[in-house]
């Protein structure tokens, strides 16, 4: 499965963004998705999963009321939405793919990775 994360930018902070992770070639109906995000200096992180049943999400507590992760299989694409940006959100955000139903919450977890897209908050 390649991905392909998209939707990264500069914003200022309180601001929002749309994070798009798509596949080529295959369908995403079986497969669950993780989006992660690593800071400069940091290890990188889980934000949010979808298994491959959108009722099936997860999101980390500093994303929970703020980031909305979702996807449109018809489409072959999960989004994350992010809202009320704070510097500290800035990262380059991957997303991963997994076979199977169920999400995983480490990134060793996941077979399948994109190449990652900036995010910048601005204070």
């Known amino acids: 499965v390649q991905l392909q994360a998209s939707g990264g930018g500069l914003v200022q902070a309180g601001g929002s963004l749309r994070l798009s992770c798509a596949t080529s070639?295959?369908?995403?109906?079986?497969?669950?998705v993780g989006w992660f995000r690593q800071a400069a200096g940091n290890e990188r992180e889980l934000v949010a999963a979808i298994g491959w049943s959108d009722e099936i999400t997860y999101e980390e507590d500093f994303a929970k009321g703020r980031f909305t992760i979702s996807r449109d299989d018809a489409k072959n694409t999960v989004y994350l939405h992010m809202t009320s940006l704070k510097p500290e959100d800035t990262a380059v955000y991957y997303c991963?793919?997994?076979?199977?139903?169920?999400?995983?919450?480490?990134?060793?977890?996941?077979?399948?990775w994109g190449q990652g897209t900036q995010v910048t908050v601005s204070s």
């Open positions: 991963a793919a997994r076979r199977g139903r169920w999400f995983g919450v480490n990134d060793d977890e996941y077979a399948y």
């Open positions: 070639g295959r369908s995403f109906r079986n497969y669950a």
